[in-house]
């Protein structure tokens, strides 16, 4: 089990960190988290296109989260090599009626012909495909907003996506191998719909994970020893994210 971090920054350009994106790679499986701003360009440096893509995860509606998933889907219907695999893109609450309006936007140019395509919400609730368990639970951010766990032979990886400190990933999160938390600001910062490194420490050692990946800094983060401010709070194994970094778990 492997997690790439495509894109570690946040909705501000930046030349560095390209919005939130991630590659989980389980049982053979491609799972891309969230098309933000980049995806699409740092997947064909690792050597993937979109055709290669199993499952498609959104883990809320903001931009720098989905902006590409409409040249994702654009790409799979009309560039030479089309896409021929089916595809499942999963959302929280709300997603099918989030995706009906972009698809709409966009006429019917999102819409396969030679694939099938599968919307699903999951929220609270699990799914599995070929070895790979796919869980979703709400988080404190915006009302459709999810945290994701990836689960394999005994193996898991969660990701927040944006959220604030809540009991809810706190339980979510609880015995992760990998834990992936963002981190949007230096701890001068406090906001309920965001973290920064104490809050994302705290939810580190309350959830007992056994490795904390932060990600999604603001260009501000920076100018600050944002490690040093989470070790603070959690002694455990700590990891700053770069855009194509890869972690392997198990």
């Known amino acids: 089990m492997r997690a790439t971090i495509l894109g570690s920054g946040s909705c501000v350009p930046s030349l560095k ?33 979109y055709s290669d893509i199993d499952i498609l995860c959104c883990t809320h509606f903001h931009p720098d989260h989905t902006c590409e998933l409409a040249p994702f889907l654009f790409a799979c219907k009309y560039a030479e090599e089309k896409r021929k695999k089916d595809l499942l893109i999963i959302g929280g609450e709300g997603f099918t009626s989030f995706f009906s309006s972009l698809s709409g936007i966009y006429q019917g140019w999102l819409s396969p012909e030679i694939f099938q395509l599968e919307v699903r919400e999951l929220a609270g609730s699990s799914y599995s495909s070929g070895g790979v368990d796919i869980t979703a639970a709400h988080v404190k ?64 050692v309350e959830a007992g994970c056994k490795k904390l990946l932060l990600t999604h800094f603001y260009p501000i983060c920076g100018q600050y020893d944002i490690a040093s401010e989470c070790a603070e709070i959690f002694k455990g194994e700590l990891v700053l994210a770069e855009d194509l970094m890869v972690v392997e778990v198990g």
């Open 17 to 49: 960190r390209g919005s939130s994106g991630i590659l989980i790679e389980a049982a053979g499986k491609k799972i891309l988290v969230d098309v933000g701003l980049g995806t699409l360009h740092k997947l064909l440096q690792l050597g993937i296109t």
């Open 141 to 204: 951010h915006s009302p459709e907003s999810v945290a994701f766990r990836f689960s394999e032979g005994g193996k898991s990886v969660v990701f927040s996506g944006d959220t604030g400190y809540c009991p809810e990933i706190v339980k979510f999160a609880r015995g992760s191998d990998l834990l992936i938390l963002e981190c949007s600001s230096p701890n001068i910062f406090e906001t309920d719909a965001h973290l920064n490194p104490a809050s994302a420490g705290k939810i580190a």
